[in-house]
């Protein structure tokens, strides 16, 4: 049963991936999302179901690893002060500031405790641009915008999940936040997955220069993506940064001109049809397992905070740009710049994994979080996908 239900998802998403020929109006995954709620109806994908392990273990790896080591170095040489200055502080500005007003918004909606406000805003602070990157180039030319929102999307991941581990013990337990374990935590964690990820990259990029066969150069590589993430979590060290260090490390390999290499070739003919594949149910199942949560009374709870997610992260852009005269002076069209790169800020995998932990964390009585967690979610993924192509041609037609 299992084998024919991921056998007709696959089909499904052929289907729209072939329809989108263009790739230029809204990301697929907005499509898949729905289709999945439309799914959910259907008792014949009721036993079909998605976890956290799932999509830690299987999806994140090969989507992170396939992002990083396609990620232009140019580019991420270019934009890295931004990139991580948006992913670091730009994150923890974006939890405390959202956690906050989310906090203050529960007081006319449903009364959220602090802790229980800050978990909310840990899910819904890191970013998935999905193929939002694409719409950006060809509908505006934002071409900066969009390797900024990609590059920072790949670090934030690993970032986002330190907060919400913290935020998790403490709304379980009850306990107080310590800003020296939080640092120190941040630090350990975060610096430990990149280093590793470099260790891992420079092995990985040595030993593939000895394999000349394609296809063990691309069995390596898969090894190396999981493995990275694998022993990232064994040892206490962020498995996402891990994963995308070595990426990076691995593209920076490839960017060495060798006489009939054909690395690059390789790696792609492999993860270009991967990716879309794990996306293609990866986003199916995000709509049939968000059905069930969907039906509450809080809607308009869940509007207020998908529209302060928006809000905040307008906000913390503005502050950094305007802030470094660097930056400033950088980008032509401040106020476009700072529209787009916060509309861009979609929630995606990441958001889902970290909600369907909190979901086996949770107790009955926290289902209120989940269901406003996974509509936020939606709302961020239909109506901010569906949103940029117009964005764009507006934004440019006012510069």
Known sequence: ???????????????VYTIDIQKKFFPVPVVLVVIGLGLSF???????????EIIFNVFLPAIL?????????????ENKGIILTLSTVGMIATVFLLGLSIFLAGTVFTALSFTASFLLASILAPTDPVSVTTILKESSGAEQIADVVEGE????????????????????????FSVGKFVSELLLVSIGGVLLGVLVGWLMSKT??????????????????YGAFYLGEAIGVSGVLATVAAGIFVSFEMSKEIEEDNLQESLDGFWDITTPVLLAVLFLLIGIRGAEYLAFPGWWFAIAIFL?????????????????????????????????????GIKGAMSVALLLWLEEAASGKDQILISLAFAAILLSLVIQSIGIYPLSKVLKNLQ
């Open 153 to 176: 999307s790949m670090i934030n991941d690993g970032t986002s999940i330190v907060f919400f581990t913290i935020f998790l013990t403490m709304f379980q337990t009850g306990g107080g």
């Open 42 to 52: 259907i008792p014949y994908f009721d036993s079909f179901n998605i976890s956290k």
């Open 65 to 77: 690893f396939t992002s990083a080591y396609q990620f232009p170095l140019k580019q991420l040489r």
């Open 208 to 225: 593939i220069r000895f394999t000349k066969d394609k296809k063990y150069q691309v069995i390596l590589s898969v090894v190396g993506a």
């Open 1 to 15: 049963m299992f084998t024919h239900q991921l056998l007709i998802l696959l089909f499904i998403g052929y289907i």
């Open 308 to 344: 302060l997610a928006i809000i905040v992260r307008f906000m913390v852009i503005g502050l950094l740009i305007y802030g470094v005269p660097q930056w400033r002076h950088e980008f032509k069209n401040d106020f476009s710049t700072i529209s787009l790169t916060a509309w861009s």
